[in-house]
């Protein structure tokens, strides 16, 4: 049930009254208030409806420590935490210390140097709701929202900016997904997994578009190439060999001399090799193998199932 402190700081803002905005969902006690009666993100979305420099720069701190109290299920345990993440920071401080005069808040930890796992400052939101290591992520060509995907095969559309997220609805149960990819559109996604199967999706609907049953094993690695969008132009029955796994012999120009090294030695040959969806690279090797970029993943750091943004 909503109730009118839901709605004050939209009607502030839409009042004009910016400061009055910013000084209340700028207070120590508001926090802690919209924290126990609305969750972790309901703070963060005060601060961020603002829209000022400062009020962006407090949801930011804010939206950095909301993962750690996700899972706290008492109201003082809650501030607890919250006073200790924010303990160092220039605009929370003196507020927190004089909340710590309260003998309600007694007793109570107090850091007396910033803690070691304090966020770094480029981090801008840690996304949890995987319960197990996340293999793989990618971005839409917009950067609007991004999939993430985990070893027990649930994959999840997220906001990056909110951190609200929705799980796609059919998952890859016999097996985790290795690998995810946007189309260049950003009308369909397609997830790679452990039983050979990949699906395409349709990220704003989250309806299954099609299913590829073409290989005979696991899929490591999927990609979208360049060229005419949505999944009409995928690879389907007319096109059954457009996926394909590694070959295992890199491909010759003809005319070319044998690559260099010893016999049986794949680390070292030149011209393009077919890439793991079967399209040439056009690169030449030498020396140590190497692999195409990729998103940027963090199956959690410390913690697994988790996602950082930086």
Do not use: F, K
């Not at 839409?14 to 207070?27: M, S, W």
């Not at 003196?94 to 003998?103: G, K, M, N």
């Not at 793991?276 to 190497?290: C, K, L």
Request: aromatic share 4%; proline share 11%; net charge positive.
């Amino acid at each position: 049930m909503t109730t009118p402190l839901d709605y004050l700081i939209a009607h502030l803002t839409a009042a004009n009254c910016t400061g009055l905005a910013e000084a209340t969902a700028g207070d120590i006690r508001w926090i802690e208030h919209r924290l126990a009666h609305r969750g972790p993100n309901a703070p963060w979305r005060d601060l961020d409806r603002i829209g000022t420099p400062h009020a962006q720069t407090l949801a930011r701190s804010i939206s950095q420590t909301t993962h750690l109290l996700t899972h706290i299920s008492t109201t003082r345990l809650q501030a607890g935490v919250l006073h200790l993440r924010l303990a160092h920071h220039p605009h929370w401080q003196p507020q927190i210390t004089t909340r710590r005069t309260d003998p309600a808040a007694r007793p109570a930890l107090s850091p007396l140097w910033p803690l070691p796992d304090a966020p770094h400052p480029a981090l801008q939101r840690t996304l949890t709701g995987h319960t197990t290591e996340v293999r793989a992520t990618a971005v839409s060509p917009d950067g609007t929202w991004l999939v993430t995907a985990d070893r027990n095969g649930a994959a999840r559309i997220w906001n990056p900016h909110s951190g609200d997220c929705t799980l796609l609805p059919a998952d890859h149960r016999t097996g985790g997904v290795h690998s995810v990819a946007v189309s260049p559109d950003r009308t369909w996604l397609a997830t790679a997994s452990q039983d050979g199967t990949l699906e395409l999706w349709d990220p704003y609907t989250c309806t299954r578009l099609r299913t590829l049953t073409n290989h005979r094993a696991r899929v490591l690695s999927v990609a979208v190439g360049p060229g005419p969008t949505g999944p009409h132009c995928s690879p389907g029955p007319a096109r059954p060999d457009a996926l394909r796994r590694r070959s295992r012999e890199p491909r010759r120009r003809p005319g070319r001399a044998s690559p260099a090294g010893p016999p049986g030695d794949r680390h070292h040959h030149h011209g393009p090799r077919d890439s793991a969806e079967g399209v040439p690279t056009g690169r030449h090797y030498s020396g140590r193998r190497q692999s195409p970029a990729r998103p940027h993943c963090l199956p959690g750091g410390p913690v697994q199932g988790q996602v950082r943004l930086e």
